[in-house]
């Protein structure tokens, strides 16, 4: 087992070329929408504002990543 950990490539410097400043400031506006979509009462506010958290988090990075 410890020689096939051994031949996993180290992948910690995958994410290097990326800056995150961008994916913050997304996150950021998704949490600002839905804090304004509570305020408000709106549903629809507060399930956009999780999806763009949802999607700066997990779907663009990867995605950017995939790419490349």
């Not at 506010?45 to 988090?57: D, E, K, R, Y």
């Amino acid at each position: 087992m410890a020689y096939l950990l051994a031949q996993v490539p180290d992948n910690s410097k995958a994410f290097d070329y990326l800056s995150p400043e961008p994916f913050i400031a997304l996150m950021a506006l998704g949490f600002l929408i839905g804090i304004f979509g509570h305020i408000i009462q709106s549903k629809v506010a507060v399930a956009t504002g999780i999806a763009i958290v949802f999607f700066s988090l997990l779907v663009l990075p990867l995605g950017v990543h995939l790419s490349r």
